[in-house]
């Protein structure tokens, strides 16, 4: 497309934020030519507009967050990588809470809300951000490293490696932004069960369970730490399948992890406030790789 978009009509759904557990609604309303993704805090009695840039992402500990004044909106990532992956470029995403609902831990049902409306052209050309000039975030001491290279398109290339039995060396790569759907807007997040316990006993992920992210066990627990997670999660049993993941979660692609940090970074990367024309090669990327990657971006 060589002209700007929105969508035609308002779309709407609720749902739990990961970490408050809160039940929270997003609503997707059309935007004009060259207003971006904003999201507006409608619970606030300023009902306060923060913009989906880089420059405003605060925190990375748990999933990408923004913040204009005192608003706030967290882990907005996967619905990012909607907006990026259906190749919308105008929209004002209503919010009713702090944090975006997690649904089944992907960009699916995201995806699938906005498809319930049509995406439309705008009058005004649309604008890419376009890298003239390689650049790398790395951090060697944690192996990480982020580079995107002037192109004429847009390709992601991820490589992980966890390094153990269950969850070992995986590859993903997107050639083609029109490839986002099918090939990984359905890719779960996913976590270890020591990872799982953490946040737990931190007072966190209130909103997940077994249903919305793949939980992978590289060394069974006693069966009290099951017992202690199925009341957690209300469930009246949990197992650990023969695969090391919990619950019997079938994986939607053998490498969804690596699909899934794939998507991560395609939603982080919208934060540059507009498609890119860039190839992208990361190692092991997180949120806070990938934010410190934009920020270099948006200053050069």
Do not use: W
């Not at 709407?12 to 059309?30: A, C, D, I, M, R």
């Not at 992601?156 to 070992?168: I, K, M, N, R």
């Amino acid at each position: 497309m060589s002209k700007q978009t929105t969508i035609s009509g308002t779309v709407t759904l609720s749902g739990k934020g990961l970490h408050t557990g809160k039940q929270v609604t997003v609503t997707f309303q059309p935007a004009p030519a060259n207003h971006g993704v904003v999201f507006q805090r409608i619970d606030l009695p300023e009902k306060t507009l923060v913009k989906a840039l880089g420059t405003n992402v605060f925190d990375t500990s748990r999933g990408t967050s923004i913040r204009e004044g005192n608003a706030e909106v967290r882990t907005i990532e996967h619905l990012m990588a909607a907006l990026a992956g259906l190749q919308i470029d105008n929209v004002l995403v209503e919010i009713n809470a702090e944090e975006t609902p997690i649904l089944d831990g992907s960009s699916r049902l995201y995806v699938e809300a906005l498809q319930q409306v049509s995406i439309v052209e705008l009058e005004a050309e649309r604008e890419y951000f376009v890298v003239t000039e390689p650049t790398t975030f790395s951090l060697p001491e944690k192996n990480i490293e982020i580079t995107i290279t002037p192109a004429n398109d847009f390709q992601v290339e991820v490589d992980v490696d966890y390094g153990t039995q269950v969850l070992a060396a995986q590859h993903a790569e997107l050639k083609d932004i029109n490839s986002f759907v099918p090939d990984f807007y359905n890719c779960r997040t996913f976590v270890f069960l020591h990872e799982l316990l953490f946040l737990i006993q931190h007072g966190l992920a209130h909103g997940g369970d077994v249903d919305n992210a793949i939980v992978f066990v590289s060394q069974v627990p006693p069966p009290e730490v099951l017992q202690q997670l199925a009341a957690f999660f209300h469930k009246s049993d949990l197992q650990v399948t023969e695969n090391g993941i919990l619950n019997n979660v079938e994986l939607r692609h053998v490498n969804e992890p690596a699909r899934h940090k794939l998507l991560d970074l395609i939603g982080d990367l919208y934060l540059l406030g507009k498609p890119v024309k860039g190839h992208v090669k990361a190692s092991h990327p997180g949120h806070f790789a990938n934010t410190e990657l934009v920020k270099m971006l948006l200053k050069k």
